[in-house]
């Protein structure tokens, strides 16, 4: 995950899951899957609550209008 959207989300008080598929066994399968699904070479790919959001820009636009946060409470990822 990028360090701009790993730090928004450590700023909003949520410690993400973060798997670097270029570090982990089966990261390339996991890569073309996501490819398959027309997330190719747009990374970090976001999920929030299970749910694929996409890459940095579209995290920051949520971020920008407002709708991160409330994504982000009813994943139960942030409190308050």
């Given at each position: 995950?990028?360090?701009?959207?790993?730090?928004?989300?450590?700023?909003?008080?949520?410690?993400?899951?973060?798997?670097?598929?270029?570090?982990?066994?089966?990261?390339?399968?996991?890569?073309?899957?996501?490819?398959?699904?027309?997330?190719?070479?747009?990374?970090p790919v976001v999920f929030?609550?299970?749910?694929?959001?996409?890459g940095a820009n579209e995290?920051?636009?949520?971020?920008?209008?407002?709708?991160?946060?409330?994504?982000?409470?009813?994943?139960?990822?942030?409190?308050?």
């Amino acid at each position: 995950m990028c360090h701009t959207i790993k730090t928004l989300f450590f700023d909003f008080g949520v410690n993400p899951t973060v798997y670097e598929l270029d570090q982990i066994p089966g990261g390339r399968e996991i890569e073309q899957a996501l490819a398959r699904h027309g997330v190719a070479g747009d990374f970090p790919v976001v999920f929030i609550g299970g749910n694929l959001v996409g890459g940095a820009n579209e995290i920051m636009t949520l971020h920008l209008n407002g709708s991160l946060s409330g994504m982000l409470k009813r994943a139960g990822a942030l409190w308050l």
